[in-house]
């Protein structure tokens, strides 16, 4: 006689079946459990992406207004030529602060619209040797910062391929940026564009402080950061490489990397060597190039 209210599990008596449906239970619980730590893991990186977030905007809007502050000071006074020196310093932080602003917002502007589904390729036909050696030029007077080098090579002249030619800098610029970021001081930086006949490999080598094993697994993974304290060496938001493997997988591309900690990493990512019969415009694609560069530098 059962109980009214007591719920009754089902159990076959037939002695095997009640070991399957054992095995059945635990396998589910095993599935469970998987499934709550993974969860539990899920909300964890939120948590600590909305803490490094607050963290990334909060720092530039207080550059902001501590030189906003200053120039206002200096202003007042009556000695308005000897502090002309201060005021165009604080001009030059609130504007590198904008920058970096600009890039925090591009990034998550971006991201959601790749989870949309509405990213959109501009593609037109670029000779990627001369694109990307052209970005290298121009990037070298960034980089001097760190006192590093940029050594550019490649084993063909001229390589057209149908790409989108500003998601190809945001992704290549990404990869320089962290380069110098992780970079020692007085370290190189080796850029290379392989022609591989079906494919365009182009990869960005650099000798700094290198990835673990354990880090590595996840670096293209969305807000992944390898040092999650806020006394890091370089800034960021763990939005750069994810965004890189989506814009070169909407290529139709592949991006890989290798690393060893102390000694360096090799980030590549490969390109399909396509044609679009779409004509590239080259004065836009140069006169971009600046502004876009002074965005993705900006937190170096
Ligand atoms: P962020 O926008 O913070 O730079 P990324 O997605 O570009 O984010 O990079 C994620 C993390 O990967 C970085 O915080 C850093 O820990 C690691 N990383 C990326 N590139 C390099 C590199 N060249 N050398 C060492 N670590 C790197």
């Known amino acids: 006689m059962h109980k009214k209210g007591v719920v009754i599990p089902f159990f076959d008596y037939n002695s095997n079946n009640a070991i399957e449906s054992d095995t059945v239970s635990s396998e589910n619980e095993m599935g469970i459990t998987k499934e709550k730590e993974s969860f539990e893991e899920t909300l964890t990186r939120h948590d600590e992406f909305f803490v490094n977030m607050s963290h990334e905007l909060k720092t ?21 030529e000897a502090n002309k020196a201060r005021v165009l310093n604080s001009i030059f932080s609130i504007k590198q602060n904008c920058y970096r602003l600009t890039k925090l917002i591009n990034n998550i502007i971006d991201l959601s ?28 007077r960034y980089i001097k910062v760190k006192n590093l080098k940029i050594i550019f090579d490649t ?22 940026s962290n380069a110098v970021k992780f970079s ?3 370290g190189t930086i080796f850029v290379n564009v392989l022609d591989k006949g079906d494919s365009v490999e182009i990869s960005v080598k650099d000798n700094g402080i290198g990835i673990d094993e354990q880090s590595l697994a ?23 490489l994810s965004l890189v493997k989506s814009m070169v997988e909407l290529h139709g591309g592949t991006v890989s990397v290798q690393s060893k900690p102390g000694l360096g990493s090799i980030f ?15 004065d836009k694609m140069l006169n971009q190039e600046e502004e876009t560069l002074k965005i993705e530098f900006s937190d170096i």
Do not use: W
């Open 60 to 80: 530039p809007l207080n550059v902001i207004f501590s030189a906003t502050q200053l120039m206002e000071m200096s202003l007042t006074g009556d000695e308005k």
């Open 113 to 140: 619209k790749i989870d949309a589904g509405n990213l959109d390729l501009n593609i037109s036909d670029v000779n990627i040797v001369e694109f990307i050696e052209n970005i290298v030029q121009v990037s070298s």
């Open 155 to 176: 084993n063909v002249e001229k390589k057209v391929i149908a790409c989108d030619y500003e998601k190809i800098e945001r992704i290549f610029l990404n990869l320089i």
């Open 184 to 186: 020692h001081d007085g």
């Open 218 to 240: 996840n670096i293209f993974s969305r807000f992944s950061i390898v040092d999650k304290s806020l006394s890091r060496v370089a800034e960021g938001s763990g939005m750069g």
């Open 268 to 282: 590549k990512f490969e390109l399909p060597s396509k044609i679009s019969f779409i004509q590239g415009n080259n």
